[in-house]
Nanobody
Framework: QVQLTESGGGSVQPGSSLRLSCVVS????????MGWFRQSPAKGREFVAGMNGSGSTSYAGSIKGRFTMSRDRAKGMVYLQMNSLQPEDTALYFC???????????????????WGQGTQVTVSS
């Protein structure tokens, strides 16, 4: 069993930054891929960023250049640095594991096995 716990969400103004964290514990492999998704009433669930076991990344076009995903395998942590936040970034953000994912699989939710409970990000003026 794998447990994922997200944190770092909050309510911020447009143009602000947040860093989301995801603690990965339990029977997770450091070679597993990881991803960030978000869900909102308007857009449903959508892919944000992913990193495979080799460290290659994939980003959604809507956030490219503003968000950066990173990972500290020694600490079992995954991060999502979010800059220049906009109201359309408002959503519940989830991290998830993606065992044996290749880069082309990262945007596809069906390849992810374990999911966290999410952390809310609200961007408004």
């Amino acid at each position: 069993q794998v447990q994922l716990t997200e944190s770092g969400g909050g309510s911020v103004q447009p143009g602000s930054s947040l860093r989301l964290s995801c603690v990965v514990s339990g029977r997770a492999s450091n070679n597993d891929g990881m991803g960030w998704f978000r869900q909102s009433p308007a857009k449903g669930r959508e892919f944000v960023a992913g990193m495979n076991g080799s460290g290659s990344t994939s980003y959604a076009g809507s956030i490219k250049g503003r968000f950066t995903m990173s990972r500290d395998r020694a600490k079992g942590m995954v991060y999502l640095q979010m800059n220049s936040l906009q109201p359309e970034d408002t959503a519940l953000y989830f991290c998830a594991t993606c065992p044996r994912c290749i880069v082309s699989s990262l945007p596809q939710a069906q390849y992810y096995t374990y999911w966290g409970q999410g952390t809310q990000v609200t961007v408004s003026s």
